[in-house]
């Protein structure tokens, strides 16, 4: 594998053989746990989290994951308000600083950039958890190993992306990570206010990558190896009232699941809110809890990676 020494975009992932490997790290990291079998090979390594919004997965996968592999953990996990930049430190500062006491820095930010402005200056590997409406890397690895996981492929996959694909930062790092594998096609379904930014459909085109965009669910949900369903992100709207008229736009209910191929995924990055309907759950395609816990296992392969 190529030794990486930052995760800021997926865009750094050009290689399906290094994601392969990590995958299979990933795997590894499952079964030594499920079988109480995991060593510490990140014993006396400090992890630091630094959180300038919120987050349940992110936060708590890579804290879990640096413990489970025996390190340590030190977060701020709301560092908005409750770190020195409440006193007007910089984010290139408070990098700076934990630096000096962590091994790694995973960062989530409001501003898009601030993870690759952080990169710039820290001597220790800095992690993209998220910055505002740029990307989630750690997150598309994860999307990745599930749709890998189950459907035993990457290749020849028809993908319908639905939601907030202006926003949606996940979506923005799961896009690079298609183009890797040959035959992908891929649907954008979003209402007219929510397109993906024409930087990433820019980017789809230059690869060559088959996408048509749309509104509407029917018609293109029946045709789908995996319908990945994102929310509409209330935070990045100005006003109430803009969210409001787009909020539940596609609602995924039992009906609407059932529409999709038997071997279909239904996948979401969580939280959701309204889009999938609780009684999906149930529902055999239903891959979202799942796709949250190999984001543990992925973010211990790429600790390991990055630290041991
Ligand atoms: N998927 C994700 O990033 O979830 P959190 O916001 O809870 O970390």
Redesign the pocket.
């Known amino acids: 594998m190529e030794k990486l020494k930052h995760v800021i975009s997926s865009r750094q992932f050009k290689d399906p053989g290094f994601l392969l490997s990590l995958f299979e790290s990933a795997h590894q990291m499952e079964r030594d746990d499920v079988f109480h079998a995991l060593t510490d090979p990140l014993r006396g390594r400090i992890l630091a989290t630094l959180f300038f919004?919120?987050?349940?997965?992110?936060?708590?996968?890579f804290e879990a994951a640096m413990q489970k592999l025996g390190g340590g953990v030190l977060t701020s996990e709301n560092a908005k308000a409750n770190s020195s930049a409440t006193k007007g430190e910089t984010i290139s500062d408070t990098v700076r600083i934990v630096s000096g006491y962590a091994d790694a820095i995973a960062i989530?930010h409001y501003e898009q950039g601030a993870a690759e402005a952080a990169a710039r200056i820290s001597p220790v590997p800095i992690i993209n958890?998220?910055d505002g409406v740029g990307e989630?890397p750690t997150?598309a690895l994860a999307d990745i190993y599930t749709i890998k996981k189950e459907l035993g492929r990457l290749s020849g996959l028809r993908v319908a992306l639905v939601g907030d694909l202006l926003n949606g930062r996940?979506i923005h790092s799961l896009l690079p990570l298609l183009c890797l594998y040959p035959g992908v096609t891929i649907d954008l379904l979003s209402p007219a206010q929510l397109r993906l930014p024409p930087l990433y459909r820019e980017f789809l085109a230059e690869r060559g990558v088959a996408f048509h965009e749309g509104e509407r669910l029917e018609g293109v949900i029946e045709q789908a190896d995996v319908a990945y369903i994102t929310r509409v992100q209330s935070e990045r709207f100005v006003s109430r009232q803009e969210y409001d008229a787009v909020k539940d736009v596609y609602i995924i209910d039992a009906e609407t699941a059932n529409r999709l191929k038997p071997e279909a995924i239904i996948m979401h990055?969580?939280?959701r809110v309204n889009e999938i309907s609780p009684e999906v759950d149930a529902n055999t395609r239903a891959a979202y809890f799942k796709q949250?816990k190999n984001?543990l296992y992925i973010r211990m392969a790429l600790l390991k990676h990055l630290l041991a």
């Open positions: 919004e919120p987050s349940t997965r992110t936060r708590f996968s989530r958890a998220g989630h997150q996940t990055p969580l939280p949250a984001s």
